[in-house]
């Protein structure tokens, strides 16, 4: 990521990893607080990084990155993958909900993040090396406001061959579904 204090990605938290965050204090690129308001952090999820893999069309496989086994391998074992956002909300003292700054939009993972597949001539690996908001859209001319966004997942690979060893950094997009300021999912 190009500046960690922007759309943050959270790595690796456990289920209580996300309860701790959720019980700290808003970050400090949160909007400052008209007297009265408060800020509430939330969670939407999880989403199967499996499913977003299999929807997207990212080719893994290929001369970068030999040894590759499917795409519906790669898929199934990222399926052990669940992404999470944490968001914020800021109640004003009459009770009306906006949602905080774009920059206080956070994104975790959790699950196997290093997936190995072997056999007697080919030996591949994934790891998750990052993930990314992008694209966010939030809309406060609504009922319940509503935002929706995309995450950018960065994977690295390392595929090895009797004819070759390589590695190699892929990127695919993953839309989430919109949600609205009460944490549920729009249709």
């Not at 496989?61 to 499917?70: C, T």
């Not at 009459?94 to 993972?109: C, M, Y």
């Not at 090895?160 to 009460?182: D, H, Q, R």
């Amino acid at each position: 990521m190009k500046d960690p204090s922007r759309r943050t990605a959270l790595i690796g938290l456990t289920g209580a990893g996300i309860s701790a965050l959720l019980s700290a204090s808003p970050t400090a690129n949160a909007i400052e607080p008209v007297e009265g308001d408060t800020k509430e952090l939330f969670v939407i999820g999880p989403f199967n990084l499996g499913d977003g893999f299999a929807r997207s069309k990212v080719d893994i496989d290929g001369l970068f990155n030999p040894g590759a086994p499917a795409r519906d391998k790669i898929a199934e074992s990222l399926k052990q993958c669940q992404i999470y956002v944490v968001d914020q909300r800021v109640r004003s003292k009459t009770g009306s909900l906006r949602f905080g700054e774009k920059d206080s939009l956070q994104v975790a993972i959790t699950g196997a993040l290093y997936h190995e597949w072997k056999d007697k001539l080919n030996k591949f690996s994934i790891q998750i090396a990052s993930l990314e908001s992008h694209g966010v859209d939030t809309n406060h001319d609504t009922k319940f406001p509503t935002r929706q966004f995309s995450v950018i997942i960065k994977l690295m690979s390392a595929g090895e061959t009797a004819l070759a060893t390589t590695t190699a950094a892929t990127n695919f997009s993953m839309k989430l579904p919109a949600y609205n300021i009460n944490g549920r999912l729009e249709k």
